[in-house]
């Protein structure tokens, strides 16, 4: 059984028990938080599509920690006049572990 669901403007499809990291939600490690934006089930093998949501269809998670993702590395250059610099940023994520879909 899985399900795509949306978080924060991004689509990803979850399984029970999968861990994810997702752009970071202003909620505490060990809360439990539902997703309801769900667009899409599968159980079974039977198809659930939604228009634009699958009604009656929430995703539970538990909240594990907030991290900071890898470094991505932002170059910036123009031409002719030795002009480069190079900044680096880590995004904050939060770390969740879906519990059910239902």
Do not use: C, S
């Not at 861990?19 to 938080?33: A, F, H, S, T, V």
């Not at 093998?45 to 995703?59: D, H, S």
């Not at 909240?63 to 002719?80: M, V």
């Amino acid at each position: 059984m899985y399900a795509v669901i949306k978080i924060g403007g991004k689509q990803y499809k979850v399984f029970e028990g999968e861990i994810l990291e997702i752009d970071k939600l202003q909620k505490n490690p060990g809360e439990q938080i539902e997703f309801g934006e769900v667009l899409l089930v599968v159980k079974n093998g039977e198809v659930k599509i939604g228009q634009p949501t699958v009604p009656g269809t929430k995703v539970t998670a538990k909240i594990l920690e907030q991290i900071k993702g890898k470094k991505i590395r932002i170059a910036r250059f123009k031409a002719k006049v030795r002009y480069r610099r190079v900044k680096g940023f880590r995004p904050l994520l939060t770390r969740v572990k879906i519990e059910k879909i239902g």
